[in-house]
């Protein structure tokens, strides 16, 4: 195991030489890092908080919507969900992907131009949309 | 807005999951199936290894310590008896088992002997102690959570997905048991309302914006045994399968595992059923056995009911 050199006690430390350049040099690279690493830091927080604001308006009630199908076959897989992927169009015009898998389940993703809001009441209203799951007897 | 979906069998039934953003699905699938895990392992009446099913053979012996998920399902089973003043009673387990029902429904065979039933009432005896985390059950109990532990379970799942995701709405569905969490759509989330929860052409639709929707029905699970066809909806005051005075209750309340107890409760009110839902104010749809519909508290009228709307029964 090799031990670092080091100052012997009461020598003069060349690193604090102002008539070094190279020291001077050395200074302003270590600037420019510090610098760089408080930017980097700020930038961070920045994007936490914002990500943190977007969750909690997320966790909230609302949500962007979303357009276009996701790929099943690259963003819904897990250690049960895997198989092979089919596209249709159902007759309300909606896109419907389904992911068949290989543990008796089906993935689907649909696709239509409904919006989200803060809604939430017990009561059910009329609706004409199709629905994806049936309240039925089991 | 795109919707995800995906279906597997759990607890016996079919679970679906709906995501708002389908690339939330793999999360939202992964938190799910840990609490309907969590259940089953808990809850599951035919599992010979789950804490149900040991914490009755220790009925009369005192309290035992019990689960966090457990304790909340026998809270949740009584706070349904209370609410429903002993119609929904999960204390049946002797007499549903006595019927023939005493494994996975798939397994049940006709079975010639005969049907001694065996009235509840013994929920009353339950004693729950939250902060020892002991449940006491009254000698003979034999649990059954069947009629409230669905819901229970879609209402925790619904919200874990929830959390899990972060972001967007969550539809769980356990056997037509629907609960919601998270974002609801603007036009809330469309669920088919049959007699079987199978029926992929439902012949109403409504839209739920939050909490629970629940049906119990008559029709789906049936078997024979001595001679007679029975079903798993009993009276707790005979312990008898309950008349067919309503073929299905459809039922939407602030929560699923609500919306199953008034469910269940209406079949066993019978002719009642529909002004007692009405006071309590839980929007329900009964159908009666002749195919007559009941609706109550701003629950929406069919395209063509067949009777007024908000005919108590």
Same mark, same amino acid.
């Given at each position: ?138 | ?13 079919? $679970? ?63 706070? $349904? ?42 929920? /009353? ?41 972060? /972001? ?16 609801? !759509? ?11 929860? /199978?029926?992929?052409? !439902? ?21 024979? /045994? ?73 629950? !929406? ?13």
């Amino acid at each position: 195991m090799s031990i670092p050199p080091t100052a012997p006690p009461g020598s003069a430390d060349p690193r604090r030489d102002p008539s070094d350049p190279r020291g001077a040099r050395d200074r302003g690279l270590r600037l420019s890092r510090r610098l760089t690493r408080g930017l980097l830091a700020l930038s961070t927080a920045m994007v936490l908080g914002f990500s943190a604001l977007a969750a909690a308006a997320g966790s909230g009630h609302s949500t962007p919507a979303t357009a276009g199908v996701v790929t099943p076959n690259s963003s819904t897989r897990d250690d049960t969900e895997s198989g092979r992927a089919a596209e249709q169009t159902a007759q309300d015009g909606t896109t419907e992907s389904r992911l068949e898998t290989n543990d008796d389940s089906t993935a689907i993703t649909t696709d239509d131009s409904t919006g989200s809001s803060e809604s939430s009441s017990a009561a059910p209203s009329t609706s004409t949309q199709s629905p994806s799951v049936t309240s039925g007897a089991s | 807005m795109s919707v995800g979906i995906v279906r597997w069998r759990a607890l016996g039934t079919t $679970a679906e999951l709906l995501v708002t953003d389908p690339t939330t699905l793999v999360r939202a699938r992964a938190a799910v199936g840990e609490r309907l895990d969590e259940i089953d392992r808990a809850c599951s009446r035919f599992r010979p290894d789950s804490e149900l099913t040991r914490l009755s053979t220790t009925a009369g012996a005192g309290p035992q310590p019990v689960s966090p998920t457990l304790l909340d399902a026998v809270r949740a089973a009584l706070v $349904a008896a209370e609410r429903t003043d002993g119609a929904v009673d999960p204390t049946l387990g002797r007499s549903i088992a006595a019927a023939g029902y005493d494994r996975s429904f798939e397994r049940l065979t006709d079975d010639p002997r005969p049907f001694v039933p065996r009235p509840g009432g013994d929920w /009353r005896g339950i004693r729950v102690d939250a902060a020892a985390g002991t449940v006491s059950l009254p000698a003979g109990t034999v649990l059954d959570l069947g009629a409230t532990a669905k819901g229970l379970a879609a209402d925790r799942a619904a919200r874990a997905a929830a959390r899990a995701i972060g /972001r967007g709405g969550v539809l769980v569905s356990l056997g037509g048991d629907v609960a919601v969490a998270g974002a609801i !759509p603007a036009a809330g989330w469309p669920v088919g309302i049959a007699a079987d929860h /199978r029926d992929a052409d !439902p012949p109403t639709v409504v839209a739920i914006h939050g909490g629970g929707l629940a049906t119990s029905g008559l029709t789906v699970r049936r078997w024979r /045994r001595g001679g007679r066809t029975l079903h798993h909806v009993l009276d707790p005051r005979t312990g008898e399968p309950v008349p067919a005075v309503w073929r299905t209750v459809s039922v939407a309340a602030r929560d699923c595992a609500t919306a199953e107890t008034y469910a269940t409760a209406a079949l066993v009110w019978g002719p009642g059923a529909a002004g007692r839902l009405d006071a309590v104010g839980v929007a329900a749809r009964l159908v009666a056995d002749d195919g007559d519909v009941t609706v109550t508290g701003g629950w !929406p009228a069919d395209a063509a009911p067949r009777t007024p709307v908000g005919r108590a029964a």
